[in-house]
């Protein structure tokens, strides 16, 4: 378990993870509205060495970051109702594509995932506070 204290910190711990990260990894993110999932995909596109602006794809279901060490396939299933949509956005390309996948909102649909799948979790402890759970020691 980490604790951070910042949307900087939380980044700093996303770019970390894009560290020990290689092609054909899934990254799933969990925690309620406001957790800091984005701040921590904004961390690991640049820890990629990637200078790309990070956003949220909410509405998108997906957006692509290039020009680091490999593609980031950013993904936000908060919006989406059925394992079925989520398959009918392309997943299973996605998956097996010549990226790494970051899923928001993971936790909806975990039976698409692969069981090899690196789970994280952000809790909000208070209006700064941030209680990460999945990263220690990897």
Same mark, same amino acid.
């Given at each position: ?5 910042? #949307? ?23 925690? #309620? ?18 200078d790309t ?22 993904? #936000? ?15 299973d390309e996605?998956?097996?594509?010549d990226?790494?996948c970051?899923i928001?909102?993971? #936790? ?14 952000i809790?909000?402890a208070d ?7 999945g990263?220690?020691?990897?």
């Amino acid at each position: 378990m980490l604790t951070t204290h910042s #949307d900087v910190e939380t980044a700093a711990l996303g770019a970390r993870c894009a560290e020990s990260c290689r092609i054909g990894h899934v990254v799933a993110l969990s925690g #309620d509205l406001g957790a800091g999932k984005t701040q921590f995909v904004k961390g690991f596109v640049a820890g990629t060495g990637s200078d790309t602006e990070v956003t949220s794809p909410t509405f998108t279901l997906v957006h692509e970051y290039t020009g680091g060490r490999f593609p980031v396939y950013h993904f #936000d299933w908060y919006r989406l109702e059925s394992p079925e949509a989520v398959l009918r956005a392309g997943l299973d390309e996605y998956l097996f594509g010549d990226g790494v996948c970051v899923i928001e909102w993971a #936790d909806r649909f975990r039976e698409l995932l692969p069981e090899s799948t690196r789970w994280i979790s952000i809790q909000i402890a208070d209006e700064t506070t941030r209680v990460i759970r999945g990263l220690s020691g990897k």
